[in-house]
Nanobody, 121 residues
Framework: QAQLVESGGGLVQPGGSLRLSCTST????????IAWHRQAPGKEREAVSC????????YYSDSVKDRFTIVRDNAKNTVYLDMSGLRPEDTGVYYC??????????????WGQGTQVTVSS
């Protein structure tokens, strides 16, 4: 049984926006640092964003900085990845991951199954 569940992926045109969600019915995300990773076809998985457990520190990779925003909603036990200005190179499977601690460091305790994002005209 997956501990994390992602949703919100889909097909979007270049320049468009999507909101990805990461939630769980098994664990309380507020106790974890949460990261979003992605894997493009033929490429290794890369970390694109992290929200520290206390939300004091956020991380964005250079490739998504100023376009993506990671947001927690503890009342909904959900972490979102708001993506705007999408580019074809943002295409891939997006995964959320949780690690019990303050910061996003491997190894992660839990991974989701992934949600596909395709940016194409």
């Amino acid at each position: 049984q997956a501990q994390l569940v992602e949703s919100g992926g889909g097909l979007v045109q270049p320049g468009g926006s999507l909101r990805l969600s990461c939630t769980s019915t098994a664990i309380t995300l507020d106790y974890y640092a949460i990261a979003w990773h992605r894997q493009a076809p033929g490429k290794e998985r890369e970390a694109v964003s992290c929200n520290s457990r206390n939300e004091r520190t956020l991380y964005y990779s250079d490739s998504v900085k100023d376009r993506f925003t990671i947001v927690r909603d503890n009342a909904k036990n959900t972490v979102y990845l708001d993506m705007s200005g999408l580019r074809p190179e943002d295409t891939g499977v997006y995964y959320c991951a949780a690690v019990h601690g303050n910061w996003c460091t491997s190894p992660y305790n839990y991974w989701g199954q992934g949600t596909q994002v395709t940016v194409s005209s």
